[in-house]
């Protein structure tokens, strides 16, 4: 099954807007990463946050993570239609220490 | 981009044939992972290695075996391949476990 279970599953906006996408997961965690994928193309890796931080940037993005209600959300500020792509969360379960779980993804279509 | 290699990158095969899927890399990390998707889906874990010779089952492991006899070297085979192993096939590395994975560019296998 699923550990992280992102949402929506597509998002559409207009360049220059913001794009929040959520993850949400069922098991206690040692960290959550964001993962980018351009069509036909491999994984990208854009963040990683532990579990004992609550917020992490990196250039226009932002992530925060919520333990006690077992979420996480990205954030893109100033999109641009380079952006278009599907993101991915994979968590890594105290259980199942070395084995990513990744959700089924967010589709973000950025418009010019 | 890390140094990670699959090969072949598209491959058609028959119903019943074994097929071996080639994960090269040349970044001397410990961690190696072969991971399937499905359309609209995510990542689903086949196999991991934490060292050489050292393999581990993932949530969808059935019909699939894994060898890894050197560091740079993670081999996937489909025992007898069945037309539900149509997938897109991806290797990921890591240092430890616990820190990004870097993708390779994907298998793309079809089974008929």
């Known amino acids: 099954s699923q550990q992280g279970e992102e949402d929506p599953q597509a998002l559409s906006i207009q360049e220059g807007e913001n794009a929040t996408m959520n993850c949400s997961y069922k098991t206690s965690i040692n960290n959550l990463q964001w993962y980018r994928q351009n069509s036909g193309r491999g994984l990208v890796h854009l963040i990683l946050i532990r579990s004992n931080e609550r917020e992490k940037h990196s250039g226009r993005l932002r992530v925060t993570l919520d333990t006690s209600k077992k979420s996480s959300s990205l954030l893109i500020t100033a999109s641009r239609a380079a952006d278009t792509a599907s993101y991915f969360c994979a968590t890594d379960a105290l259980s199942n220490a070395g084995k990513s779980t990744f959700g089924d993804g967010t589709t973000l279509t950025v418009k010019p | 981009d890390a140094g990670i290699t699959q090969s072949p990158r598209h491959k058609v095969t028959e119903t019943g044939t074994p097929v071996t899927l080639r994960c090269h890399q040349t970044?001397?990390?410990?961690?190696m992972y072969w991971y399937r998707q499905d359309p609209g889906h995510g990542l689903r874990l086949i196999h991991y290695?934490?060292?050489?010779?050292?393999?581990d089952k993932g949530e969808v492991s059935d019909g699939y075996s894994v060898s890894r006899s050197k560091t740079e070297d993670f081999l996937l085979t489909l025992e007898s391949a069945t037309s539900s192993q149509t997938s897109v096939y991806f290797c990921?590395?890591?240092?430890?476990?616990?820190?990004?994975?870097?993708f390779g560019q994907g298998t793309r296998l079809t089974v008929v």
């Open positions: 290695s934490y060292g050489v010779k050292d393999t």
């Open positions: 970044e001397n990390h410990r961690y």
């Open positions: 990921a590395i890591s240092e430890s476990g616990y820190t990004e994975a870097f």
